[in-house]
Nanobody
């Protein structure tokens, strides 16, 4: 299983970014992909997850409807559209996969992780 994130960078407060995670090597069709982030000195937190088989999604309350997770079947990527970004959204963002297909935001449930991509929200 390989997960490769892209799309991070520097954005001004109120701006938008779209993160993408290329997923490959899964032995079965039904699995869960999630987006997480970790700010300096803080624990890694789950933001959103999607079930690859059925398309169901879950979001953390902290996302506050500003983020949207989706799966691009043509590209085989899981994307995270982030709008109305705030300085407190600054963190390293990770894509992760749970091959047991449990739709959860618990970090411990995910077996595979990407290398992370930095998102910095600053003026």
């Amino acid at each position: 299983v390989q997960l490769v994130e892209s799309g991070g960078g520097l954005v001004q407060p109120g701006g938008s970014l779209r993160l993408s995670c290329a997923a490959s090597g899964f032995p079965k069709e039904n699995y869960v992909l999630g987006w997480f982030r970790q700010a300096p000195g803080k624990a890694r937190e789950g933001l959103a997850a999607i079930n690859r088989g059925g398309g169901m999604t879950i979001y953390a309350d902290s996302v506050d409807e500003r983020f949207t997770i989706s799966f691009d079947n043509a590209k085989n990527t899981v994307d995270l559209q982030m709008n109305s970004l705030k300085p407190e959204d600054t963190a390293v963002y990770y894509c992760a996969a749970d091959p047991d297909a449990v739709l959860t935001l618990r970090v411990q449930a995910y077996d595979y992780w990407g290398q992370g991509t930095q998102v910095t929200v600053s003026s």
